[in-house]
């Protein structure tokens, strides 16, 4: 479908309540000429998962809309782009109860640079923590990607650029470091890699991958609850996310991290996550779905 004839009915359910789950997906080019979907079927799984949670039923399964994801590269001739996949409830009766409601499925591709900016990817950006806390994970569900959750991460990434700063990072209900506003967070503290447990966040695809590679560089990983006083003295920050990729972190509460620039560990797990989306490291082949060329 055309760009300007992808419109929705104002009455649409989701528009209005917010129920229903997405994806954020990046398709890189690689070396060869052609391009490759960076970890697909485990963005498409979580898709399923956060339909599952929210108790819809997708009129699409796992492998249409891999198929779908496919096609709309290939139709838009994007060898790069940012593609999210929505499922949600669609138009038909208001209300809380609206189980009789079509659910619609809707593919979108296009172009997204570095979402916190170049120059942050480079030299690091300057963070502060929320005072918005992250939903609990008993009244939002924390694992699914689902779209009416976003309300308080945009309240908290919003407050964040207000006040100056680039991103938000968000405390759990008991005040421990939880995530940032679109990312997951490490933390760098005497060569051991920490981030927060896959409890209460949304478990990252990037997180998965930067779990993976820093191990393979032989760091110690350690996945364990992180205090706020433990972010204002740590060696290195950085956060993750597809659209965000590996964003370092040089400041956070006006307290400089590290040396203020990208530390050491950063900078080589950001050159390996780089290296593996674009098809340069074949220990990361099985994380690359190759667009079909046509
Ligand atoms: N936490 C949150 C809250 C989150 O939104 C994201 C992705 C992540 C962690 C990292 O997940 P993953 O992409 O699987 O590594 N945020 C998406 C949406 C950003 C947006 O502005 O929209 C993304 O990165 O695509």
């Known amino acids: 479908m055309s760009w300007d004839k992808a419109c929705v009915h104002v009455l649409t359910h989701a528009l209005h309540y917010g129920f229903g789950a997405f994806e954020g997906i990046r398709c890189y080019s690689l070396a060869d000429g052609g391009s490759a979907v960076f ?122 650029v207000r006040m ?21 967070i490490f933390v760098v503290r005497d060569g051991t890699v ?30 364990r609850r992180i205090s706020r006083d433990e972010l204002y003295i740590a060696d290195e920050v950085f956060i993750t996310g597809t659209a965000a990729e590996v964003t370092p972190v040089r400041e956070i509460d006006d307290r400089v991290v590290g040396a203020g620039k990208p530390g050491p560990m950063t900078a080589r797990i950001q050159e390996h996550y780089f290296a593996a989306v674009h098809g340069k490291d074949p220990r990361y082949e099985s994380w690359l779905a190759r667009v079909p060329k046509k």
Request: with cysteine; net charge neutral.
């Open 39 to 160: 970890r697909l079927d485990e963005h498409l799984r979580r898709l399923c998962d956060s339909v599952k949670i929210l108790r819809m039923t997708s009129p699409a399964s796992q492998e249409e809309l891999r198929a779908a994801v496919m096609a709309t590269l290939v139709k838009n001739k994007l060898r790069e782009a940012y593609v999210r996949p929505l499922i949600c409830i669609g138009y038909g009766a208001m209300g809380l109860y609206a189980v009789d409601n079509p659910v619609t499925v809707v593919v979108a591709a296009f172009p997204w640079g570095a979402y916190l900016g170049e120059e942050g990817l480079a030299k690091g950006i300057r963070a502060k923590v929320s005072s918005f806390v992250r939903n609990h994970p008993n009244s939002m569900m924390a694992r699914g990607k689902i779209c009416g959750h976003y309300v308080n991460n945009i309240l908290a990434k919003t407050e964040a």
């Open 164 to 184: 100056g700063y680039q991103e938000a990072i968000m405390l759990d209900t008991e005040g421990y470091v939880s995530e940032a506003s679109g990312e997951n």
């Open 194 to 223: 920490l981030t927060p447990p896959p409890t209460g966040i949304l478990c990252g695809i990037t997180r998965d991958s930067v779990l993976r590679i820093a191990r393979d560089l032989s760091y110690e990983v350690v996945e």
